[in-house]
């Protein structure tokens, strides 16, 4: 895996003097327990991209590390980070949601600046027509829908229908319980205003499926 291309340095002085901008470093890291490839980046970028702690807390020494899609049980461990700095070992303060365009691992913004010290994408909330005549072609500048074109989904929006499904799915499950419940407590309540006319259909020698039957009827009636 490749890093993506590196911003020119005046580049990155030119958007940083002109307003609040965060710098984004992505570098391919070998994690070891782990598998396959990862990406590094600094943590202060996470939150742009979408992830959110789940355990844990953010890295704040050189030596430690926030791993995206991680087990909870990872919290507190050891790992070797391979990158093209060569290897460290690092300790594991938390995790993260997995999201579907990358396996990621974070670490702190100086460790970060260390293993990559180019930057790779900034993050601003400065204007796009601004910015554009302020890189003057020598920087992509996306916003709005176009921001797609940086992570373009591969899946062909199949993970954005299944987690729509399984809301669905959700949604449809509470509303059958509500209306369970809302049924139940209706009979309940019709059952309980009636209940002396009921014992004295009893007391009479009224089976009781002879009362069930005239309940049922009462309120297949009332619906």
């Given amino acids: ?29 070998r994690l070891s327990p782990g598998s396959g490839e990862t990406t590094g980046h600094p943590w202060t970028s996470a939150g742009f991209a979408g992830y959110h702690l789940l ?35 690092y300790r594991v303060v938390g995790v993260t949601d997995a999201l579907w365009f990358e396996n990621a691992v974070f670490f702190s913004g100086a460790e970060a600046r260390r293993l990559s010290p180019g930057v790779n994408a900034l993050v601003t909330d400065q204007d796009a027509k601004q910015l ?48 369970v419940f809302v049924v139940i407590a209706t009979f309940a309540f019709a059952t309980e205003q009636r209940r002396r006319e009921l014992a ?4 009479v020698g009224a089976a009781p499926r002879q009362v069930r039957r005239m309940v049922l009827g009462a309120a297949h009636g009332a619906r």
Avoid at 58 to 77: D, F, H, N, T
Avoid at 157 to 174: E, K, P
Wanted: aromatic letters at 0%.
């Fill in 55 to 89: 355990a844990g807390r953010a890295p704040q020494a050189p030596e430690e590390i926030v791993v995206a899609g991680g087990a909870k049980s990872l919290i507190g461990r050891d790992a070797e980070a391979v990158t093209s700095e060569g290897a460290g070992r």
């Fill in 132 to 179: 554009s005549a302020l890189v003057g072609g020598r920087a992509l500048v996306l916003s709005g829908h176009d921001l797609t074109r940086v992570d373009p989904d591969s899946t062909g929006g199949a993970q954005a229908l299944a987690n729509a499904q399984a809301m669905a799915g959700s949604t449809t499950g509470l509303a059958v319980c509500v209306a």
């Fill in 1 to 29: 895996m490749k890093a993506p291309a590196v911003l020119p340095a005046d580049v990155v002085t030119k958007v940083t003097e002109a307003g609040k901008a965060t710098a984004d470093r992505s570098f391919p890291v």
């Fill in 200 to 203: 004295l259909l009893r007391l």
